[in-house]
């Protein structure tokens, strides 16, 4: 089971292993079944009766605002309460519906539900609800929780907030005036460009920051970097600043879904592992023709917001002709109003995050891909003949580099190549060497015979995963318990 316990002396109670090795997502059986089922028939009501109606032909009432001036159909919209007159519907539409409803409550009646927890978890679940010395985060890609106490959990979030460079701390009054500076800011904004952005869009933005007017503030964790081991004697963490609750958070889903068509026309640009793994299949290499990697530190902390925000202006205006898919004067305006804007709560403290970009923000993802594509193609254009292959998937890089066979050559040219990659705006990265075989995202890569093959990159197991019978066997079967390697 994935659980770490990061504490100091290792005070996290032994057995809390089998109880939050089930990860965060798992849900405990309620106490007893669904018994108002109320809501669930409303819904059902609703979809039916649309269904029918538009199966009838009536595309008339289609809203005039599904597209936007550019023909993009959004995915940002108010879901709409609209349904139809039951004049509207034929005759059997609801005595089918009647009658469906009604053998359904017949069915479904409140019982005592049977627990998915074994008792000793159970008894560990209401422990651990009452240790207040004790907080569970999650650990970073995805490896599950861990325990920490409260003291090392503050100290490793204040740890990124006390760098001056990329955040302030502000005074309540100044984080709400700042807020509501940018509240002008975003309505001027929607008023100057709501025909060019939908009215969807337009609705979808205004209603967010009605939502989330009360407390307008993103809020700030860590992520435990287990996989990066100890340094200086404290656990590396990721920060991460949800802005979900932020006033900026429907603008900044906008200016996501404006960025990602730009992030995907970028020469090093691929989706997923998946479409990684069909092009290396296309590639056949020379003898001297090896794999390299590189990652980015700390890439969205490091994105200088304001060198990057003139260099993406400048960038979008010049290939203007290339992004048909937006209005270029509403997107460049939005940029600074998202990027400039993170202002977030840790506790009782009020943020503000000068410099860098807050990883959690809706955009993040391609405004690091593009932001560094900028350098990246003088780059491949003066290494092309060395670097034949180049991909990355925001902060991770991989490529095929030419090997010469002077020993004393390659190191000058792969030195200066490094040196090139980090002129970016103080943004640094780490190299694996040119080999025949690396680890990159999920995969593990190697070079036989001038191609490229691929496995799935799995950890050495480090212990058994026991997982109760009562998750895994039907209630017909015998119980049993199940092991598997551990990660």
Known sequence: ??????????????????????????????????????????????????????????????????????????????????????????????????????????????????????????????????????????????????????????????????????????????????????????????????????????????????????????????????????????????????????????????????????????KSYFKDSFELKKRLDTLVLQPNELLMTCDADSMYTNLQTEPNLKEVTEYIRSNEHRFKHCNIDALIEALPLVFRSNYFKFGDLYCHQKSGTAMGTPPAPPWATITFAIHEEKILQKWSELLPFYLRFIDDGIGVWRVDADPAVFQQQWTEFKSDIQQWYGLTWTFTEPSNTDDFMDLTISIEDGKIETTIFEKKPKSVLVYPSTLLTPKRCSHRTHLWPGT
């Open 1 to 266: 089971m994935a659980f770490h316990d990061l504490t100091k002396n290792k005070i996290a109670p032994p057995s809390a292993k089998a109880l939050l090795g089930l990860g965060s997502k798992f849900i405990v059986t309620p106490d007893t079944t669904t018994a108002c089922l109320e809501k669930t028939f409303e819904r059902i009501r609703r979809d039916f009766s649309i269904s029918v109606f538009f199966a009838s032909g009536n595309e008339d009432y289609m809203d005039s605002y599904e597209f936007d001036q550019y023909n993009n159909r959004s995915k940002l919209y108010i879901k709409s309460k609209w349904m139809p007159n039951e004049a509207d519907l034929p005759s059997w539409c609801f005595g089918r519906l009647d009658r469906f409803i009604s053998k359904v409550r017949k069915i479904f009646k409140q019982r005592r539900a049977t627990s998915n927890l074994l008792p000793y978890q159970q008894e560990m679940l209401e422990l651990l609800l009452n240790v207040l010395e004790l907080i569970f985060p999650e650990t970073d890609k995805g490896l599950g929780p861990c325990a920490v106490t409260y003291d090392q959990y503050v100290e490793a979030c204040l740890k990124h907030l006390r760098n001056t460079e990329c955040y302030d701390i502000l005074t309540e009054e100044e984080a709400r005036q700042g807020i509501a500076e940018l509240e002008i800011l975003i309505e001027a904004w929607l008023y100057d460009h709501r025909k060019a952005i939908g009215e969807h869009a337009h609705k979808f933005i205004q209603q967010h920051m009605i939502a989330n007017a009360t407390s307008p503030f993103g809020q700030f964790y860590a992520l435990f970097k287990i996989h990066k081991g100890m340094k200086d004697g404290a656990w590396p963490t990721r920060p991460v600043c949800s802005d979900v609750t932020s006033l900026a958070h429907g603008l900044g889903k906008w200016v996501n879904e404006q960025l990602v068509p730009i992030a995907r026309q970028q």
